[in-house]
């Protein structure tokens, strides 16, 4: 499936502060927040609902609720876990798989270092979130990992992507739907995406 960009003036709008290299730590985190729920909202689209009964002040209706207990956020560490809360804004009651992965510099490789994911995926539709989707290798290493516990549904959540690895990830999981706020120009030779927002741990966390 290809990777959906979603085109929205306030998210391009969010985007064009958070992309500024002067933005502050601070007002970095709280955009990332709430990009992050503005794209939830387009990617929840299609999420499987179950019917219910409500008693409005006036009577009773037949709806629909989301299925909301079997939801699981997997924030790709680190800059993943500051998606976390905009999705768990959304859905309190989701559980959280921690997939703690790291891209070799010199490499461009993602290595794994930390996995701890709720037992039993299965029946469950998963959202990875992670706020650069660069040369893919994090995020499909993420996909291939949380693919092992057969989850019923996969969808991931990037703020934004390089065309290099939109290709990428859909080829290699064609059955994702990834959500993107942007797409870039492309990959520079450190593989960083242009013009991008620099790396995004070090601008949520203040470690640059
Ligand atoms: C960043 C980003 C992604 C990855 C994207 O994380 O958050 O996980 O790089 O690059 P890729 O598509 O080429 O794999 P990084 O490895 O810098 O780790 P961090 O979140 O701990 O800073
Ligand atoms: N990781 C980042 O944080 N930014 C990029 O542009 C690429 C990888």
């Given at each position: 499936m290809p990777v959906q960009i979603v085109n929205h003036p306030l998210i391009t709008h969010k985007l064009a502060i958070l992309r500024n290299k002067e933005t502050s730590t601070k007002k970095f985190r709280d955009l990332v927040h709430e990009i992050t729920m503005l794209l939830a909202y387009e990617a929840t689209r299609g999420f499987p609902t179950v019917p219910v009964t409500v008693e409005t002040p006036i009577c009773p209706m037949e709806t629909a609720m989301l299925r909301t207990e079997n939801i699981v956020v997997a924030?790709?560490?680190?800059?993943?876990?500051?998606?976390?809360?905009?999705?768990?804004?959304?859905?309190?009651?989701?559980?959280?798989?921690?997939?703690?992965?790291?891209?070799?510099?010199?490499?461009?490789?993602?290595?794994?270092?930390?996995?701890?994911?709720?037992?039993?995926?299965?029946?469950?539709?998963?959202?990875?979130?992670?706020?650069?989707?660069?040369?893919?290798?994090?995020?499909?290493?993420a996909l291939d990992l949380i693919k092992r516990g057969r989850p019923r549904q996969v969808v991931a959540i990037c703020l934004i992507a390089s065309p290099e690895g939109a290709a990428i990830v859909s080829s290699r999981h064609p059955d994702v739907s990834v959500f993107v706020g942007a797409m870039d120009e492309k990959l520079n030779e450190r593989a960083y995406i242009v013009p991008g927002l620099g790396d995004a741990g070090d601008r949520m966390f203040g470690t640059v």
């Open positions: 924030p790709i560490l680190r800059a993943g876990l500051g998606m976390l809360e905009g999705i768990l804004a959304m859905y309190p009651p989701a559980r959280v798989a921690h997939i703690g992965l790291r891209r070799d510099e010199e490499t461009k490789k993602p290595v794994t270092y930390y996995y701890n994911v709720p037992d039993n995926l299965e029946d469950t539709t998963v959202m990875v979130v992670d706020p650069m989707l660069a040369t893919a290798g994090s995020l499909c290493a």
